[in-house]
């Protein structure tokens, strides 16, 4: 098992006008796992998402992560960590499904896809930053609306983003949308030079905005090219690691269960199993459940 992958980041984690582009993802263990559970069912994946990358991952020359800083990652920087989390303790090839969209049909399509594939086109695999430094948090760009070239000042979306869009999409997805769209954009000015407040800009700038932000941080929206088997209707599928990741780390009983499993087996204490690697300690597992 590969530990301390090194994973090349596009936007990076700014402080103090420095920007830091490189981490380190380690091998999870079972104390990774336990603070999942405590979050419990009810957190969002996003939420689950910024406690795993916070305790597992580190940024170089910056050091350990707190929540916070996890949440101040652009969406895609968080996924290139989820995708080495999971090239480092499941191995380069995951099991995926997908569900055809064609009217009438809806079938699930099985499909494998190597991680590397998981990764946005321009990178072939995950490895050191080369010294490029990602541009500041806040841009501007000029985007063509039916009233005009408007000046957009924004920056892409973060982590914090994602967690709240993940709540607000619970009742309501476009809402959830929206909300991404008002707190990423600090400012529009229109062709006359006049600021525009939230309600004349948004309906303008929704699909651009959201093409803006799928262009400069790629990572965060991979799709890929599927043909259904029965109606061979093609389509695409949105595949993200973090669900593949926490699909992996769901345990058939949960992570406390099997500390009572061990315990009882080999009468270790709790600090010492939750200190295991996750593959070793299923190895020890399924020795107990095996009789050997």
């Not at 420095?18 to 957190?43: K, N, Q, T, Y």
């Not at 910056?62 to 916070?68: A, I, K, S, V």
């Not at 099985?110 to 841009?139: N, Q, S």
């Not at 400012?187 to 262009?215: C, H, K, M």
Request: aromatic share 6%.
């Amino acid at each position: 098992m590969a530990a301390d992958m090194v994973v090349r980041l596009e936007q990076g984690l700014w402080r103090d006008g420095s920007c830091f582009a490189s981490g380190r993802v380690r091998a999870l263990i079972g104390e990774d796992e336990a603070l999942l559970a405590d979050l419990g069912l009810a957190a969002v994946p996003a939420v689950r998402i910024t406690a795993l990358v916070a305790a597992a991952c580190r940024i170089d020359g910056f050091g350990n992560l707190t929540p916070n800083d996890a949440r101040l990652l652009s969406i895609g920087d968080r996924e290139r960590f989820l995708i080495a989390l999971y090239r480092a303790n499941f191995g380069e090839q995951l099991d995926a499904v997908a569900q055809c969209p064609a009217n009438a049909c809806g079938e699930t399509v099985e499909f494998e896809l190597a991680t590397e594939c998981l990764l946005a086109p321009h990178e072939k695999a995950i490895e050191p930053a080369d010294g490029a430094i990602p541009p500041p948090l806040t841009r501007e760009v000029a985007l063509d609306t039916e009233r005009g070239t408007w000046q957009v000042r924004f920056r892409v979306p973060n982590g914090s983003d994602q967690e709240l869009a993940a709540r607000a999409a619970l009742s309501d997805t476009a809402k959830a949308a929206d909300l991404v769209l008002e707190r990423c954009v600090a400012e529009v000015i229109d062709a006359n030079g006049q600021p525009l407040t939230v309600d004349d800009w948004r309906p303008q700038l929704r699909e651009p905005l959201s093409a803006t932000f799928s262009e400069l941080d790629a990572q965060a929206n991979m799709s890929y090219a599927l043909r259904c088997p029965v109606c061979d209707a093609g389509f695409a599928a949105v595949v993200d690691a973090g669900t593949f990741l926490l699909r992996e780390l769901a345990s058939r009983h949960g992570i406390f269960a099997e500390v009572d499993q061990l315990a009882r087996a080999y009468h270790w204490s709790e600090a010492e199993i939750l200190a295991l690697p996750v593959a070793r300690r299923r190895r020890y597992l399924a020795m107990v459940a095996g009789g050997g």
